[in-house]
């Protein structure tokens, strides 16, 4: 992939999601002409942050804000911290407010949005992968005519919900958009939809019904999707995917 040129960004703000994951937004110089499109992910690191070969530490972040928010001076990261093990991760969860990260991109071309498309958007996602779908989802609801928009969300339990109040928020109050969670790892009390994001999908989606369809989660989920969905007779250019 072709280098894109570094910004200078700083931390202008974090917002924790869920006790792992956090949003770094991350303010852009006033005369940034830094711009993406809804699904890209940027290549982040920190300053002096290097590996023991004395090489800087690059890892690759979905921006889960939409170009829209662009005009208000800021891109966000969704984080998980990966725990034990986990350099970059564990590295940004300890810095502050303030802090700077170089950004590098925008990079990615088969995982982006059809903002012009009017076809019903189905959106499947698990855990850190909602992070691209959610800059989708913005983007959508901020054109003249949203399509119908559907999303399918696995996590394991309740306080793993990543943008818990904003899309509970679209579902209440934006027609035509609909949310379905479903946890893997669910706690006693919980009365919605468990198991597997693919094992799922039978029930809610029988067959293909000319929706477009964007996917993002872990390799398991990802493909184990894919493969229900060829089966129900998706068309495969109405199935786009990123995994990490
Ligand atoms: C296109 C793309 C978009 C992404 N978007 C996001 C996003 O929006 N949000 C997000 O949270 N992540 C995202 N990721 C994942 C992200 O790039 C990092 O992989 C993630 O943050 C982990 O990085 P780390 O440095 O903390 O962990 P690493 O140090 O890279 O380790 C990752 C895991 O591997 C284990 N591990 C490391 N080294 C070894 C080893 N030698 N043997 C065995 N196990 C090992 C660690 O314990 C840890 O669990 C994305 C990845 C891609 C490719």
């Known amino acids: 992939m072709a280098k894109r040129p570094v910004i200078e960004t700083h931390i202008h703000a974090i917002i924790p999601e869920t006790p792992r994951v956090s949003t770094f937004r991350l303010g852009l110089p006033k005369d940034s002409a830094f711009t993406f499109r ?3 992910f940027i290549m982040a690191s920190i ?3 290097q590996n023991d070969k004395g090489r800087p530490v690059r890892r ?3 921006i889960s804000s939409s170009p829209l928010d662009l005009g208000n001076g800021y891109l966000e990261l969704s984080i998980t911290r990966v725990g034990e093990g986990g350099y970059f991760s564990n ?3 300890a810095a502050r407010e303030g802090d700077p990260i170089l ?4 990079y990615g071309t088969s995982f982006t949005l059809e903002e012009a498309n009017p076809a019903p958007h189905l959106f499947i996602g698990a855990g850190s992968g909602i992070a691209p779908l959610r800059a989708m989802i913005r983007t959508l609801l901020g054109t003249q005519s949203p399509p119908e928009i559907k999303v399918v969300y696995g996590f394991r339990k309740g306080e793993d919900f990543i943008f818990e109040r904003e899309l509970v928020g679209y579902a209440k109050s934006v027609p035509g958009f609909s949310l379905i969670v479903i946890h893997s790892r669910p ?3 919980w009365e919605g939809l468990s198991g597997r994001v693919p094992d799922v999908l039978p029930n809610l989606f029988p067959k293909y019904d000319g929706q477009v369809v964007y996917i993002c989660g872990h390799p398991d989920m990802v493909s184990g999707t894919v493969d229900y969905l060829q089966l129900a007779g998706f068309p495969e250019v109405a199935v786009r995917k990123e995994q990490w």
């Open 38 to 40: 809804a699904g890209q």
């Open 47 to 49: 300053p002096d942050f």
């Open 60 to 62: 690759a972040y979905s």
């Open 91 to 93: 590295r940004i969860h």
């Open 103 to 106: 950004v590098e991109g925008p």
């Open 187 to 189: 706690e006693p009390g």
